[in-house]
């Protein structure tokens, strides 16, 4: 048995998969998603040979991502460092001051901006970002993008599994520089692979991508319309996950014309039903290796005014340079911000990703290897608090539940999962923030 591929294997068959796509993608057709709407995971269908074997083990991001030596890959000790941020040179409030951008985009249109500013600047020939597909308007699709309108066509969120670097041929062959869009796994994989000095990835010159706290089966959007009384998905024409002024809805548009729509703090209500088991291991909330990484700035200074807000952080040398000539140019707006500032904004991200993932892999009989100590700040309470949520999120994943939640009215379990979180954080406010 060759090993790389055993491990592969181990990787899929133990729920650490993170369905980044660079396995398919690097595997010439050997290695297919099977499924996308169910579990959505790679299977083998033709035993690669060793040498591909290795190269697929080499991109994998499911089990081996060495924090420390990506750090030095991407970065070289230059910057600032703080342990739940990674690497940084600037911390900001932003938005894009194109106002159609900024209403249309995720959260305040930075990504999108800068990937066009790239563009138009001549400094990248194409963006690989994503997409909705056109033929399965129910299922996102990576591309890439050559135009500002095919950018501006990618803008949003969309929190269902998103395989980018499934787009690895093509990558390849794209003919010009190229920005990256992923999300942290992905971005973990095209790193690894940058730096072992895989061809694919050698056209990738700038990272420009969102933080991820987690993210959903395509389950969620099936429950979605379940909880609406619409069965087929098949009949959704049009999807969206941030739809209209900031945080947005998720809206989901039918063929027949039905329009369902939730907040998008009550349609929240999915995330423990149809999270992916992975991205409970995962450490990186903001995206770390990336140039320049862009959140939501989640506080309620912001989110009272809508308008759309980022956290935003500039980490390399290259992403300090495009950020602040793209200031000058009055592309974008910038305001620093300080470091306790930008951790509070997203202290119970950063507590989930730094403490809770620490614990949680230190229980798991298989769990991913980061090179990254447990940390110190753990406390007893805060162990017993992992211990409640790991049953309740047991319960919340069974079937049966699942199916009792979609016989309900998805707005009022909407509000009452926003009431119920609000309860929560105050709850558990001291035992999260403790040393945090
Ligand atoms: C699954 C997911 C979870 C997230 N979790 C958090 C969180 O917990 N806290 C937080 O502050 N922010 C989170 N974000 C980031 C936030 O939703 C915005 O994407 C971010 O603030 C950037 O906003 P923007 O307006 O600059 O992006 P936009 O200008 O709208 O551009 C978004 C870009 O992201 C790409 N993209 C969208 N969805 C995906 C995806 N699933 N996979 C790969 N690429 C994608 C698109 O190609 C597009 O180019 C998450 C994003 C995603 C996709």
Redesign the pocket.
């Known amino acids: 048995m060759n090993q790389a591929l055993d491990n592969l294997r181990k990787v899929i068959d133990n729920g650490l998969c993170t369905r980044c796509g660079s396995c398919v993608g690097l595997s010439e057709g050997k290695i297919q998603f099977t499924d996308k709407t169910g579990k959505y995971l790679p299977l083998i269908r033709q035993k690669p040979d060793n040498e591909l074997a290795e190269k697929l083990w080499e991109s994998c991001s499911g089990k081996k991502v060495d924090f420390p030596a990506l750090e030095q890959f991407v970065f070289n000790d230059q910057g600032n460092y703080h342990q739940y941020l990674g690497t940084y040179r600037g911390l900001y409030i932003g938005f894009?001051r194109d106002n159609i951008?900024?209403r249309?985009?995720?959260?305040?249109?930075?990504?999108?901006?800068?990937?066009i500013w790239l563009l138009n600047k001549g400094l990248i020939k194409g963006?690989?970002?994503?997409?909705m597909s056109e033929t399965e308007p129910w299922m996102?699709k990576?591309y890439i993008a050559t135009t500002p309108d095919e950018?501006i066509n990618?803008?949003?969120?969309?929190?269902?599994?998103?395989s980018?670097n499934e787009l690895l041929p093509e990558i390849k062959n794209f003919k010009g520089d190229l920005a990256y869009?992923?999300?942290p796994c992905?971005v973990h994989s095209i790193r690894k692979m940058q730096a072992a000095g895989f061809p694919e990835v050698k056209n990738i010159k700038y990272i420009i991508?969102?933080?991820?706290?987690?993210?959903?089966h395509f389950s969620s959007v099936i429950s979605f319309l379940k909880a609406h009384g619409e069965k087929n998905y098949r009949e959704i024409k049009n999807i969206q996950y941030?739809h209209g002024e900031w945080p947005g809805n998720m809206r989901v548009e039918m063929k027949s014309g039905k329009i369902f729509q939730l907040p998008k703090f009550h349609a929240n209500y999915l995330i423990p039903f149809h999270m992916i088991k992975r991205c409970i291991y995962c450490i990186d909330?903001?995206n770390e290796f990336t140039d320049i990484s862009?959140?939501?700035?989640?506080a309620p200074v912001y989110e009272k005014r809508g308008e759309?807000f980022?956290?935003v952080i500039v980490r390399s040398e290259k992403g300090e340079k495009i950020a602040q000539q793209m200031v000058r140019d009055g592309e974008i707006d910038l305001q620093p911000i300080d470091i306790q500032q930008a951790i509070k904004m997203?202290s119970h991200?950063y507590d989930n990703k730094k403490r809770g993932a620490f614990i949680r892999m230190k229980r798991a009989r298989f769990a991913p290897y980061y090179n990254v100590s447990f940390p110190e700040n753990i406390s007893f309470n805060r162990k017993l608090f992992e211990t409640a949520l790991n049953l309740i999120n047991t319960i919340l994943r069974m079937k049966v539940v699942i199916r009792i939640f979609e016989l309900l009215p998805p707005r009022t379990i909407g509000i009452v999962f926003d009431r119920f979180k609000v309860f929560w954080k105050k709850l558990t406010y001291n035992v999260k923030r403790n040393k945090l």
């Open positions: 894009s951008i900024r249309k985009a995720g959260s305040a249109g930075i990504i999108t901006t800068t990937l963006a690989v970002v994503l997409g996102n990576p950018i990618a803008a949003q969120s969309k929190y269902t599994i998103s980018v869009v992923g999300l992905q991508a969102p933080f991820c706290g987690l993210n959903l941030r909330a903001s862009v959140g939501d700035a989640w759309g980022s956290f997203h991200m």
